[in-house]
């Protein structure tokens, strides 16, 4: 250990990122980006962007990007929280709203980002165990906590809670704040921004990382009652004023306003979802349902991680976790049709192959 490092750092066991590889031609099935380029429109913005204008810091407040986001999901730039990429306003969230006496709650199964916030944070927590079917079950998180958190569509299973579930959650647990974290909620699911008016202690975070194709912006937002922004605010104005750039605010702005294309991606990946789930329980895979870009699928026959190898040596990749009860899962990107086909065709021959043997 280095001495110069502080007790803290001792114990921090970051987040490892998948993979980004340097080899363009690899088919990329690891990070849950989105296949599809952003809107023309973004990149006219960024263009509009590039000048002079850029020796000035930008908009502290990223008021445009705010009243952007207010137009979307009809609410006021009072209940709005930009940040750079949602893993950011997650951070101040942990911080801001989640560090009380009792220990937070989340599914064992979930974002492994949040255990590493409450370390680096001293927030404890309990991880609530999925059912066998990999759901969340409302009933096992009532019970004393210092907030509840999980992603809706919840990753790496794509299993979606619905909206009525979800204010069944609320409606038991008005003590403590209660954050979904909705980075996949258009490719399937009903945002619960709706609910933001009726329950105070809900917070909602997406990004404009996935279903806006703008994850090299890093653009991620909260809605949530003024009351609980306020407390985001505060950290961050303790933490960087400037958390979005200039060209981040006007990409961002010119993503929220191009519905025409956000529709047509999002509709395309839906639809390459299907078939591939489709396709993938033809070869014998136990696929999850899925609500988001991704699935979530394993093979009784074949061992995950040697999958994943195989995978890679035919030039594409996707994300295995060596973690209980999913070691034998691979989490699969949904890319364009010809990067699942690909996958498909190199799936076809590994179980296939094996099978004939
Ligand atoms: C991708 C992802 C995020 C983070 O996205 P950003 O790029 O930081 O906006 C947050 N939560 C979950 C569950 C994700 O999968």
Same mark, same amino acid.
């Given at each position: 250990? @280095? ?5 803290? =750092?001792?114990?921090?066991k970051?987040?490892?990122?998948? #993979?980004?590889?340097k ?6 099935l @690891?990070? @849950?980006?989105?296949?599809?380029? *952003? ?12 000048? /002079? ?8 407040n990223?008021?445009?990007?705010k009243?952007a ?28 709203l ?5 220990p937070i709650?989340?599914?064992d ?7 590493v916030?409450?370390?680096?944070? /001293?927030?404890?927590?309990n991880?609530?165990?999925? !059912?066998?079917s ?8 009532a019970r004393?906590?210092?907030g509840?958190?999980?992603? @809706? ?10 909206? !009525? ?19 996949y909620i ?5 945002s ?12 909602v975070?997406q990004t ?5 194709s ?18 985001? #605010? ?13 060209l $981040?605010?006007?990409? /961002? =702005?010119a993503?929220?306003e ?9 509709? $395309? ?7 591939? !789930? ?8 136990e ?5 988001a ?11 995950a /991680?040697?999958?994943? $190898?195989?995978?890679r040596?035919?030039?594409?990749? =996707?994300?295995?976790?060596?973690l *209980? ?6 989490r699969?990107?949904?890319? !364009?049709?010809e990067?699942?086909q690909?996958?498909l065709? $190199? ?11």
């Open positions: 250990m @280095n001495p110069y490092w502080s007790p803290l =750092v001792q114990e921090l970051p987040y490892v990122p998948g #993979e980004q590889p080899l363009s031609s690899l088919v990329k @690891n990070t @849950n980006e989105n296949p599809y380029p *952003p809107s023309p429109k973004v990149l006219e913005a960024l263009r509009h962007e590039l000048n /002079g204008s850029l020796r000035l810091y930008p908009d502290p990223a008021e445009q990007l009243l986001i207010g137009r979307y999901l009809n609410v006021r730039t009072e209940q709005v929280f930009v940040g750079n990429g949602s893993d950011e306003v997650l951070a101040h969230a942990f911080l801001a989640l560090k009380h006496e009792q709650l989340f599914p199964i979930t974002y492994s980002f949040y255990p916030y409450c370390g680096l944070y /001293g927030i404890a927590y991880s609530i165990p999925l !059912t066998d990999f759901d969340i079950r409302i009933e096992d998180y004393p906590n210092g509840i958190v999980f992603p @809706n569509p919840n990753a790496p299973t794509g299993r979606l809670l619905l909206q !009525t579930d979800i204010e069944r959650l609320l409606n038991g647990n008005r003590d403590s704040v209660v954050i979904v974290d909705e980075a258009d490719f399937g699911g009903e619960a921004a709706a609910l933001v008016n009726r329950f105070p202690n809900l917070l975070v404009l990382s996935k279903s806006r703008l994850a090299g912006l890093r653009i991620g937002f909260a809605i949530g009652d003024a009351g609980l922004i306020e407390a985001l #605010e505060r950290v961050k104005g303790s933490f960087n004023s400037y958390p979005l750039d200039r $981040a605010i006007a990409g /961002g =702005v993503a929220l191009d519905r025409d294309h956000f529709e047509w991606s999002r509709q $395309a990946i839906m639809w390459t979802r299907n078939w591939v !789930t489709q396709a993938l329980a033809d070869l014998g895979f696929v999850l349902p899925s609500a870009n991704f699935v979530f699928a394993r093979h009784p026959a074949h061992d /991680g040697e999958l994943a $190898a195989a995978l040596e035919r030039h594409i990749i =996707v994300r295995h976790f060596r *209980p009860r999913i070691e034998q899962f691979l699969i990107t949904i890319g !364009t049709e990067d699942c690909a996958l065709d $190199a799936l076809n021959a590994l179980v296939a192959g094996k099978a004939a043997a």
